[in-house]
């Protein structure tokens, strides 16, 4: 059980957009930055979003991410087919200096 | 150009220790802020971090693991290795390295290798 929870699955429509709850803590996404990974099936995971809203080079604008207080999001906008993949949130846990993952949201495109 | 790459058995019985080798390139792991990360994941479920080695030798472990886990680091052959002891069938999972970057407030995860799919199994 991680202490960052999403939902388990999402879906949207071509052209549209959708967004990703990520839910934790004051003592994690609260006062952490938070990161995002997608992971295409049978992938490895990608960085998608660091430091709560910024994309490395080569991520398309269309994703983009916000905080507020202990929750973030994901927000995808002209959801894509390719898309389609499982996103997982993550800070940083002081107390192993390790990362800690929420339980990943699947997202489908329709 | 960053690469990271997993190496190791596809099978394990259960009781015996899994050896996993992380080779690496495009980055040197005595640089201040870099980091070597192993990550897990089981079939159909979430990624569990498991260990960490950094530019200065420094280690640390995922606590609920950390008996059964060791992580070192060969720098002239850009290798990390990973061993955990005493494999069970829920340790069965795709097990990844990734490095780590430490810089300033920065902790991300910027690269992945392919992962490497255990399974432990009599």
């Known amino acids: 059980q991680s202490v960052l929870t999403q939902p388990p699955s999402a879906s949207g429509t071509p052209g549209l957009r959708v967004t990703i709850s990520c839910s934790g803590s004051t003592a994690n996404i609260g006062s952490k930055y938070v990161y995002w990974y997608q992971q295409l099936p049978g992938a490895a995971p990608q960085l998608l979003i660091y430091?709560?809203?910024l994309r490395p080079p080569g991520v398309p604008d269309r994703f983009s991410g916000s905080k507020s207080g202990p929750s973030a999001s994901l927000a995808i906008s002209g959801l894509r087919s390719e898309d389609e993949a499982d996103y997982y949130c993550s800070t940083w846990d002081d107390s192993v200096s390790g990362p800690v993952f929420g339980g990943g949201t699947k997202l489908t495109v329709l | 150009q960053v690469s990271l790459r997993e190496s190791g058995p596809a099978v394990v019985k259960p009781r015996q220790t899994l050896t996993l080798t992380c080779t690496f390139s495009?980055?040197?792991?005595?640089?201040?802020?870099?980091?070597v990360s192993w990550i897990r994941q089981p079939p159909g479920k979430a990624l569990e971090w498991l260990a960490r080695i950094d530019w200065d030798d420094n280690k640390f472990y995922n606590t609920s693991l950390k008996t059964r886990l060791a992580i070192s680091r060969d720098t002239s052959r850009n290798q990390v290795v990973l061993t955990m002891t005493d494999m069970d069938p829920v340790d069965t999972a795709t097990y990844f390295c990734a490095r780590t970057l430490m810089v300033a407030t920065s902790k991300m995860l910027d690269s992945w290798g392919q992962g490497a799919r255990v399974t432990v199994f009599s």
């Open positions: 495009g980055f040197s792991l005595t640089a201040r802020g870099m980091c």
């Open positions: 430091r709560d809203s």
